[in-house]
């Protein structure tokens, strides 16, 4: 039979783990250990897919690649997958971060000017050129750690203008870097100082003019709403999603994080894509995901970490009520200043119980699931995008085991080996 011709052939790895289930559908924990795991595998890369996968002496005989990668015993993976992050924010809030530490609580560092309204004000502050270079270089810092593809969330404009600069400069940002964005607009992060004494109008300019502008311009392919005291109420919510999925736009959720309002079961009864956070899910939100069984759980736990919160996602009972799930970074500026991945998923394993397994699932497979992705992203597979990661571990039980360092060796995005550095 004759060779077919190939532009790269990744080969050389201890392993390459395919987190492919063969279907279209997420796979469940008990899933998890029967998807094909390949020894000494290799990837055959074309046009910036992959072609095939396997044992590397069968896709030596089958394929004539045009150059060659070996990837020196590290294990090769598919590209990271980060279903949820904040990257379109102008400057940190390390001083913030100070107060937390030295015993202020959310409504005192409100007071001295911090929270998501400081991100604001500096978001609305910086012209787009300067916030597409801001979402650039966090989009970097993402792919420094093995993420090739990331839910980007809009939410520090928090007006008409300011929310279209940020959906553009991710848009932008995306081009410049190769980074795969799926863009959600969060106009519904919280009411904009300005409308403070009536939130109801600030909902009314979401509902009539920024969420049918987004659906026309095509920025956004999802909204976004936090359910939280200070921010939105379920009822408000309720009108702002359903008017969002009127125009067509998928639905997310950040629910339970501080106080459980219900908007773990307003996900599920509208059919959101996910539910994030849930750090103090009840009983009736868990039951209502699970009843549903189509709104992902998404997992955030360096949030707790960051915030010195005792409660944590109660991630066990989640995957064994059959939700699926993923893990997050939820890369911020005020309550999760990590673009890693790597690390999300060391604190799904200690603070979560997750295994390595289903601690590298929630960042590839699953969360490309959540995004609608599945036949693209997250697992190494014919016809899906050649993003691949090599990661230097000695096997699949060191992912998320170590902290502090990183353990992408290589990135590789649609078939071309990304730059260290």
């Known amino acids: 039979m004759a060779q077919a011709a190939c532009d790269l052939l990744v080969h050389g790895a201890a392993s390459v783990l395919t987190l492919d289930p063969g279907g279209a559908e997420p796979p469940s924990a008990a899933d998890l250990p029967g998807l094909p795991v390949h020894p000494g595998g290799a990837v055959a890369i074309r046009d910036g897919r992959v072609a095939a996968v396997g044992p590397e002496a069968v896709l030596r005989r089958d394929w004539r690649p045009a150059a060659e990668l070996d990837v020196g015993g590290g294990l090769l993976a598919p590209a990271f997958v980060d279903a949820h992050t904040h990257p379109a924010f102008a400057a940190g809030r390390a001083e913030e971060f100070g107060w937390r530490l030295a015993g202020a609580d959310y409504l005192e560092i409100g007071r001295r000017g911090g929270g998501i309204l400081a991100s604001v004000r500096a978001v609305r502050a910086v012209d787009e050129e300067e916030l597409t270079a801001h979402v650039a270089d966090h989009f970097r810092r993402m792919q420094r750690h093995g993420t090739a593809s990331c839910e980007a969330k809009s939410g520090y404009g928090l007006d008409p203008e300011a929310e279209l600069k940020s959906l553009r400069a991710i848009r932008a940002a995306a081009e410049q870097t190769g980074m795969t964005v799926f863009p959600t607009f969060l106009g519904a992060h919280a009411v904009p100082e300005e409308h403070r004494a009536d939130p109801d109008r600030y909902l009314e300019l979401l509902c009539s003019e920024m969420l049918p502008e987004v659906a026309a311009t095509g920025l956004a392919r999802a909204a976004d709403v936090f359910i939280e005291e200070g921010a939105f109420d379920p009822a408000r919510a309720r009108r702002y999603l359903e008017r969002a999925r009127e125009l067509g736009l998928a639905l997310r959720v950040h629910a339970e994080q501080f106080h459980c309002l219900g908007g773990a079961a307003l996900a599920a009864e509208l059919g959101a894509e996910s539910a994030d956070h849930l750090e103090v899910l009840d009983d009736a939100g868990l039951e209502a995901l699970a009843l549903g069984r189509r709104t992902f759980a998404g997992l ?87 993003d691949l990661v090599v990661l230097d571990l000695p096997d699949l039980d060191h992912f998320g085991y170590g902290f502090g360092e990183n353990p992408v060796r290589q990135l590789i995005l649609a078939g071309r080996p990304v730059p260290a550095g």
């Open 300 to 386: 955030l736990p360096a949030v707790p970490h960051f915030l010195r919160q005792a409660a944590d996602a109660p991630a066990r009972r989640l995957i064994q009520a059959g939700v699926p799930w993923f893990v997050a970074t939820d890369f911020n500026p005020g309550s999760c200043y990590t673009a890693s991945l790597p690390e999300a998923a060391h604190f799904a394993r200690v603070r979560l119980g997750l295994s390595a397994l289903e601690a590298l699932a929630g960042v590839t497979v699953l969360a490309a699931a959540s995004l609608g992705a599945a036949d693209r992203k997250g697992r190494i597979a014919p016809g899906c995008d050649a």
